[in-house]
Antibody
């Protein structure tokens, strides 16, 4: 059964960086599944952050986070990473990774989700 | 970017009720709309895509309709497991995927 397992909660100070991981279990990124990152601030809705196509390393990011976010992958460990730099209190959120269901195609749908990682930015 | 507006924001209903949630897009998105269910402390779960196609394993009491700018999610015969927050998402344009603000279905 396909599963995405995310790293644990993080507490960071303003201005710091955070790097979250998302490891695939029961599925392999070599099956060319785009992996998205979505965040949810406390009590708020869902916001798409960025994504990567592990088949060719192509990435795409939300315009408002351009320059601060980077999504990478490690094929040897079937793990995708999302790094966010220059953290502010507005980056406090639960961050989810999620799989796009189509083969090597950026549909934007998300059918398998990780359990989420809480990132708290506080001085 | 395409904005999605859901209504109502909160909906109070009883087990067995039929409930409808509306999602309006700021521009036409054809049928590129999905619905997700999210329970407290959990990740969202894909229910419907392409406006009306039920994801595998989703109960048939869930249905979706619409095209262009107006869409609905209907839950017939509401069950206790259905009390949750529902989000619509448009996926028309590469890298500009957006979600509605959510509709919370609560127990009356």
């Amino acid at each position: 059964q396909a599963q995405l397992v995310q790293s644990g909660a993080e507490v960071k100070k303003p201005g710091a960086s955070v790097k979250l991981s998302c490891k695939a279990s029961g599925l392999t990124f070599t099956a060319y599944s785009i992996i998205h990152w979505v965040r949810q601030a406390p009590g708020q809705g869902l916001e798409w952050v960025g994504a990567i196509n592990p088949s060719d390393g192509t990435t795409s990011y939300a315009q408002m986070l351009q320059g601060r976010v980077a999504v990478t992958w490690d094929t040897s460990t079937n793990t995708v990473y999302m790094e966010l730099r220059g953290l502010t209190s507005e980056d406090t959120a639960v961050y989810y990774c999620a799989r796009d269901p189509y083969y090597d195609y950026w549909s934007g749908l998300m059918d398998v989700w990780g359990q989420g990682t809480t990132v708290t930015v506080s001085s | 970017d395409t904005q999605l507006t859901q209504s109502p924001s909160t909906l109070s209903a009883s087990v067995g009720d039929r409930v409808t949630i509306t999602c309006r897009a700021s521009q036409s998105i054809s049928r590129w709309l999905a619905w997700y269910q999210q329970k407290p402390g959990k990740a969202p779960n894909l229910l419907i895509y392409k406006a009306s196609t039920l994801e595998n394993g989703v109960p048939s009491r869930f249905s979706g309709s619409g095209s262009g700018t107006e869409f609905t999610l209907t839950i017939s015969d509401l069950q206790s497991d259905d009390f949750a927050t529902y989000y619509c998402q448009q996926y028309l344009t590469y890298s500009k995927w957006t979600f509605g603000q959510g509709t919370k279905v609560e127990i009356k």
